[in-house]
């Protein structure tokens, strides 16, 4: 069996390096990711923002606190069981959306980082994410929460944090949305939650 330890450590060295895209000459760190190499369950966000960048990893601001707290509502935990990357892998200046040609450079890295863990369920965090990897028109207010099948991954999105924390009112859905993902993974993964009683 291959050690997805060291395929990842190779993959990392050669994605610090990358100078596909204009966002290499702006960033402090590239934000490659971060989880358990044996994850089951991979979140997608969109990009780094300042904090990232300053630390090289991803969610690390107040937009990460909430996802953490909201993981650990459900036993999930980036040290532990999931693993968590982004779109692209450099801020994009002031936090911008990144643009379409960016977005498209930097998807060969999270394409290696899928071909290493093979995820069985994959979680968009906002419509950057679910735009570009479950489908173009998709729309967070009324597909949130839904599961889509897609070369045998399940795939959800739902509402990115930072739009959690500008409309609290739209935490109800969220952490329904995380429930659903729990009664997926006990039905589907077979270790995620193996040091857990859920
Ligand atoms: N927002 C994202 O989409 N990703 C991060 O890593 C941080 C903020």
């Known amino acids: 069996m291959p050690d997805k330890n060291k395929e990842f450590a190779a ?15 702006t960033r402090t760190n590239v934000v490659f990711g ?13 990009g780094p923002g300042e904090n990232e960048d300053l630390t090289g990893e991803p969610f690390v601001g107040r937009g990460g606190k909430l ?7 459900v036993d999930l935990d980036r040290n532990k069981n999931i693993y968590i990357a982004n779109i692209v892998k450099c801020r994009p200046p002031k936090n911008r959306d ?12 999270l394409r290696k980082q899928f071909v ?5 369920i994959i979680v968009c965090l906002g419509r950057i994410a679910a735009a570009k990897i479950i489908k173009p028109d998709i729309k967070i207010t009324k ?3 839904i599961f889509f099948e897609k070369d045998g991954i399940l795939m959800m999105a739902i509402y990115h ?9 739209y935490k ?4 329904n949305d995380f429930l659903k993902l729990q009664e997926k993974i006990k039905e589907i993964c077979t270790h995620t939650y193996d040091d857990t009683d859920k």
């Open 172 to 175: 109800p859905d969220a952490f």
């Open 143 to 145: 597909e949130h929460g």
């Open 67 to 73: 996802l953490d707290k909201m993981l650990t509502a």
């Open 98 to 109: 990144p643009l379409p040609e960016e977005q498209e450079q930097c998807i060969k890295w």
């Open 161 to 169: 944090p930072a739009a959690l924390l500008r409309n609290p009112n």
């Open 34 to 46: 971060v989880g358990a190499d044996n994850a089951e369950v991979m979140f997608i966000g969109e």
């Open 11 to 25: 993959l990392r060295q050669e994605c610090l390096k990358c100078t596909a895209c204009g966002l290499c000459s």
């Open 116 to 120: 290493i863990l093979r995820p069985k």
